[in-house]
């Protein structure tokens, strides 16, 4: 389809939805052959991310004012279909998912809105947003024409319409335009599957343009050549505007996704992005005459258990700070004011910036002690017995944790492994605290000691947010199948539901700290805190005069979930790097409030305190019970032969290789010899394998088995980076303390043995050293092998 029937078939919406508005329409928006067209004016869209699930609502209308003050026009929102449909045909519009309340928010401020309601959103947001209960259903394809998962998407869809239609500028409301799915491109190639998310929409009632957004190197993959279409980066604009434009001729450019900064994983240094770099882009964009939306301008945070995890297991952070011009607090920063004065000369004829709002009293509060403990053994829940485990959602569980209990025969020292641990089992053995099962190791085993007489074993599962991106979302959660002991199947096991919702929260049994648990016995109360490492629910109390945001002060803690008066505030890991949680002062009250925390591993002191200031970029790998996921190896490379060599070229292009005859392997190595520009840094934004018939490889199961080098004290330059889904990010050997020369090396565990007919390599998106110029791959099953 040629760009000027593109355009006239958005036209075409606008004008069907002026037909029969519920209220009349004031304003007119349209898709021009050059530009955006407010009330047929050219509109350049300063917009700018903010999630209304990780601002609490009392705040609100604050940070909407913060983004106007910072010069937005556009306030861009994903809805998540998980958060507005917990279970089945059951919708929640309250509280923090009160969209349609947002959106009058937003529009009552003198801001646009762009709507994303997915049914997939990624965000690094529990399992991209698609609802947990699609895991019950077994081989499920998510984001596809499958009805299972097609059906509930169109129904969701047609109540997000029927919620928020009225809200459309073609009604008197200020949504502009209106997202289909969400870089589908990096998923399938399925554009029958878009097109049926586009119908879905317009049959939910949305009449404003719809649109489509992808990163450049991946808009062909699902292409609708009906939706508008977008361009997602975080750098070189004019390089992606170039691809967008080979994709679509005419028409406005847009950027719908530009990245200020960069969101955290548990055990890497927090990002800051490159406000120098941001800024010129920017300015680029302005010039010209280029929309965008910032994500984020304001990241919040990832209330509750809703956190996500990039593949293929790299767990975020409940802190979403984004280094986004507008803090986790909601506060001004240096990044802010830059930008407010860089819109401050774009601006449209009579239009004005108006001052930042105040922000919210922020107060500190003192050290205050846990006084009160209730042992997760003490408080379980009936069981349910089942021959072996499975999945929590098997047993119709979407969150919290989950044990599993059964008896094992004495015996000597033995290893018990399971298929899979998804994500962390604290196993125990008559109560005692035997280790922990970590999703991070290429396996999931460990060694029992000597047992004189049958003993009780029990694996605490606690699940991290399933991941939110590619085919790994298949992320079922708690112990997977086959268990065995020395090599035998164990069967005949219990199971206890742990949800941590609202009424499990209510019926936990406290006692105070040193006393006796009324009804337990005395080799249980044990675990009450004398017993290192044993799981338990820990209560605070504190007293405040006038309630503000403060930031709960959790160094001293191990892992696990924090409430607060009931409110789910955040997972915790003493690794870090956040060592605080956002506490809203709208959640507080003058007089006495409440803290409960869940701590798998058990506090060095049970204190809290409440600080004016986030710690969001202290690392203790020393407080890791992995001291390390990746144990040292011995290379093997010098007696395999290569099977493919070769030369990348220059620039940022993605590159498919393709094998001339496939090979078969556990390990896949990429020898980089040496870097376009002569220096001895080497990068890889994003790596991915190819099967005989040319499909993506999934990343489940992979861990990094070997790396040369890595920068991790400068900047999160990880090798995970490079098999993370991410292209924003990436791998980088050091170059802070020491730059080792090359040649560099990099070693993937597929977890099993694969066929393998090529690879995909994303260079390094943003400007700087490591791209790599000749290379050299080894496939095999004994590329390493440990020392």
Not at 113 to 142: F, H, S
Not at 428 to 437: E, N, S, T, W, Y
Not at 579 to 586: D, L, N, V, W
Not at 753 to 776: C, L, M, N, T, W
Request: aromatic share 12%.
């Amino acid at each position: 389809m040629n760009a000027t029937k593109l355009l006239s078939v958005f036209a075409s919406l606008i004008l069907l939805g002026t037909c029969a508005p519920a209220q009349p329409a004031t304003h007119t928006f349209a898709i021009g052959t050059n530009a955006f067209l407010l009330d047929g004016k050219p509109f350049q869209i300063r917009c700018g991310e903010i999630h209304a699930a990780r601002v609490p609502k009392a705040y609100w209308r604050q940070r909407l004012q913060m983004a106007k003050a910072m010069g937005l026009n556009t306030v861009c929102a994903y809805l998540f279909w998980n958060l507005h449909e917990p279970e089945p045909g059951v919708y929640n519009w309250s509280g923090r998912a009160d969209a349609a309340e947002f959106c009058r928010i937003a529009q009552e401020e003198g801001l646009w809105v762009i709507l994303r309601p997915g049914p997939y959103a990624c965000a690094e947001w529990e399992m991209g947003g698609t609802p947990w209960w699609m895991l019950k259903q077994d081989g499920i394809k998510l984001r596809s024409r499958d009805p299972r998962y097609l059906g509930p998407a169109k129904a969701y869809l047609k109540e997000v319409g029927r919620v928020l239609d009225s809200l459309q500028i073609t009604h008197g409301g200020p949504i502009i335009m209106v997202q289909v799915e969400n870089e589908y491109g990096f998923y399938g190639k399925d554009a029958k599957y878009v097109d049926a998310i586009r119908h879905a929409l317009l049959d939910a009632g949305f009449d404003v343009p719809l649109f489509q957004c992808n990163p450049p190197d991946e808009m062909r993959n699902g292409l609708v050549t009906n939706l508008f279409q977008t361009a997602n980066f975080g750098s070189d604009p004019a390089g992606n505007f170039k691809k967008l434009r080979q994709i679509q001729s005419t028409g406005p450019l847009m950027c719908s996704e530009f990245y200020p900064g960069w969101f955290d994983t548990w055990g890497q240094p927090h990002h800051l992005g490159n406000t120098e770099k941001y800024l010129a882009n920017l300015r680029y964009m302005l010039d010209a005459g280029a929309s965008f939306s910032i994500y984020m301008a304001h990241g919040g945070t990832t209330f509750g258990l809703w956190a996500g995890c990039d593949r293929p297991f790299k767990p975020d952070t409940s802190s979403y700070d984004y280094d986004a011009p507008i803090s986790e607090a909601g506060w001004t920063t240096p990044k802010f004011y830059q930008t407010r004065e860089l819109f401050a000369k774009y601006l449209q004829p009579g239009e004005t910036l108006p001052e930042p709002p105040a922000p919210f009293p922020v107060i500190q509060v003192a050290p205050f002690a846990a006084t009160e403990i209730a042992p997760v053994f003490d408080n379980l829940p009936a069981g349910m017995d089942d021959k072996t485990p499975r999945p929590m959602e098997k047993y119709n569980q979407g969150y919290g944790a989950i044990l599993y209990r059964t008896q094992i025969p004495a015996g000597g020292a033995t290893t018990l492994e399971a298929a899979a641990i998804h994500d962390f089992g604290y196993v125990f053995m008559d109560g005692k605290r035997i280790g922990v099962l970590d999703r991070r190791s290429s396996s999931a085993k460990i060694i029992l000691p000597e047992r004189k007489a049958e003993s009780r074993l029990d694996i605490l599962v606690e699940p991290m947010g399933r991941v939110n991106f590619g085919p790994e979302m298949m992320d079922p959660k708690g112990l997977i199948a086959p268990v065995k002991l020395d090599g035998r199947v164990l069967t005949g096991w219990t199971i206890y539901k742990l949800p941590l919702d609202g009424n499990m929260m209510g019926g936990l049994k406290f006692h105070v700290i040193g006393a006796p648990a009324s009804g337990t016995a005395s080799s249980d109360n044990q675990l009450a805190g004398t017993v290192p490492g044993a799981p338990a629910f820990w209560r605070a109390t504190f007293n405040i005069e006038k309630p503000g945001d403060t930031f709960l002060d959790l160094r001293s803690w191990g892992k696990g979930v924090v409430w607060v008066n009931s409110h789910c505030l955040a997972r915790f890991w003493n690794i870090g790097p956040t060592q605080t949680a956002f506490t809203p002062g709208c959640w507080l009250h003058a007089g006495t409030n409440e803290v409960v925390i869940l701590d798998y591993l058990g506090p060095e002191h049970a204190e809290l305190a409440g600080l004016k200031k986030p710690i969001l970029d202290e690392l203790h790998p020393e407080k890791d019970f992995a001291k390390s996921h990746r144990p040292p190896v011995k290379l093997n490379l010098d007696s395999v032969t290569s099977i493919a060599s070769g030369s990348f070229a220059p620039g940022t292009d993605t590159q498919e290789i393709k094998f001339s005859k496939p090979a078969t392997g556990k390990f896949f190595c990429l020898e980089a010899l040496n870097s376009q520009d002569g220096k001895p840094y080497a990068a890889v934004a994003e790596m991915d394998l190819l099967d005989t018939n040319g499909n993506t490889i999934s990343h489940n199961g992979w861990t990094i088995a070997y790396v040369d080098s890595e920068e991790r004290t400068a900047e999160d330059g990880s090798a995970e980076n490079a098999i993370d889904g991410q292209t924003a990010n990436f791998w980088h050997t050091e170059w802070k303390n020491a730059s080792p020369n090359y040649p560099h090396t990099l070693i993937l565990n597929l977890g099993k043995e694969q066929a393998i007919g090529g690879f995909r390599y994303v260079p390094r998106q943003s400007e700087g050293a490591g791209h790599i110029k000749d290379f050299r791959i080894y496939i095999g099953d004994n590329l390493v092998e440990p020392k």
